[in-house]
């Protein structure tokens, strides 16, 4: 059963509670490998779901539009004190709803309309908001993106100091949502400094390797970093906006009044909970076992002749490209879900086939990691997706059943944060 129980919800509405139910007891069974997902604690969940999200608090702590902040502006000042403390920065915003609203709060502040801006290219791992065509960045702003190497699926820096000479963007984005190499903050540096560009570090997928000390921090080198606190950082649906402090006024009149009302008191609570489990020691020996991982699972998986984009990963996301093995990355996806393996379909650099039927498929360890799972049971996923693909291929359910109900008697064995 969902732990903490939802026996309010129940009696209240049987059709809810169900469904919840059954949520939990999927996110049990399966193997869950969606890189941008984790299980956060117990504690994150109960944060959640308090008496805050009853609270509105337009504005900032000291400085609200309404009455009756005695509780919400300490609550506030703790997550942001704690954001600061952990990552090492000037300034933290803990308001942003969700990853793309503090991207977005990035362009209002260091950019107007019609402005050059510069990312990764989606199809070569970026995200939809840093400035890709069908994305409100993309049709308020310019955008010119950059690419990596056909020969090492590694980001092209030459391309990128190139093209910010030729485009002189106000703002460059590193990082992205499909990128299982090292962010090379340095190098972004100097090619920001020379063209005279704000540096936005978006680090929505490693900033709990950060935060654990298994990936390098772009504090120091970026002004602006943006961030979603879930995914490998383990908190709840939100995000963060930090940076140094000359940037700090900025930013935070993008988020309010810019963007957004009142912040979500719930979910700042719950922030707050995640970045205190992040500066403790389990969190650094979690984060360096998820990178372990995802080392172990791409090593697995070459064994077994699957063609990784830039050869392997350097943090917890792998990406396939599927284009050898005779079927496409969709229905690979849907496959390996009916197996009990959760992941998906992605885009590969250079992809022939379209966007919503792309060659490769997309995997995370990160809330394998969470439920126990080390680099010895890597070989033994390997093999089940192996297995799965070729049957799949085949049009074999048969097998496909085997496998989950293999998966299945593994995941039983590990305990899960939420259900019990």
């Not at 139910?21 to 308090?50: D, H, W």
């Not at 402005?115 to 290219?121: A, C, F, K, N």
Request: negative net charge; charged residues 20%; glycine residues 10%.
């Amino acid at each position: 059963m969902h732990d903490p129980a939802i026996s309010a919800l129940t009696l209240a509405d049987p059709d809810v509670a169900a469904l919840v139910e059954a949520e939990a007891q999927r996110q049990f069974t399966k193997i869950r490998l969606i890189a941008s997902e984790n299980y956060v604690s117990t504690a994150v969940l109960e944060a959640s779901g308090t008496v805050l999200t009853n609270k509105y608090s337009e504005g900032y702590p000291g400085r609200r539009y309404y009455e009756g902040q005695q509780i919400i502006d300490p609550l506030e000042t703790l997550a942001v004190t704690r954001a600061k403390e952990l990552f090492g920065v000037e300034h933290a915003n803990v308001q942003p709803y969700s990853g793309s609203p503090a991207n977005l709060a990035t362009y209002l502040a260091f950019a107007s309309p019609g402005d050059t801006i510069m990312g990764l290219s989606l199809p070569m791992g970026g995200h939809l908001t840093h400035g890709w065509s069908v994305s409100a960045t993309g049709k308020w702003f310019r955008g010119v993106r950059y690419s990596v190497r056909r020969d090492t699926g590694r980001v092209d820096m030459d391309e990128v100091r190139d093209l910010a000479r030729s485009e002189r963007p106000k703002i460059i984005f590193c990082g992205g949502t499909a990128v299982p190499r090292t962010i090379d903050f340095p190098a972004f540096a100097e090619v920001a400094r020379e063209v005279d560009a704000v540096l936005v570090a978006d680090i929505a997928h490693i900033a709990g390797l950060i935060a654990g000390g298994a990936h390098p921090s772009p504090v120091g080198h970026a002004p602006v970093i943006t961030t979603t606190t879930h995914k490998t950082l383990r908190g709840p649906r939100g995000a963060m906006i930090m940076s140094d402090a000359a940037h700090a006024s900025a930013l935070d009149r993008a988020v309010f009044p810019g963007l957004q009302g009142g912040p979500h008191n719930h979910t700042t609570a719950a922030i707050a909970v995640a970045l205190r489990e992040a500066s403790g020691p389990a969190f650094a020996t979690y984060a360096h076992q998820v990178v372990a991982n995802a080392r172990a699972l791409a090593e697995a998986l070459t064994e077994r002749g699957f063609d990784l984009v830039s050869g392997g990963t350097d943090n917890h996301l792998i990406l396939i490209d599927l284009t050898g093995k005779s079927i496409a990355g969709k229905p690979a996806a849907q496959a390996l879900d009916r197996a009990g393996i959760e992941l998906n379909y992605n885009a590969v650099p250079f992809d022939p086939r379209k966007p919503f039927d792309p060659s490769g498929v997309r995997l995370g360890t990160a809330a394998i990691t969470t439920r126990g799972l080390g680099v010895e049971q890597m070989p033994q996923v390997a093999d089940w997706i192996d297995i799965t693909v070729k049957a799949a291929a085949d049009g074999d359910e048969a097998t496909i059943a085997r496998v989950a109900s293999e998966v299945a008697d593994l995941t039983a064995h590990y305990p899960m944060p939420g259900w019990a």
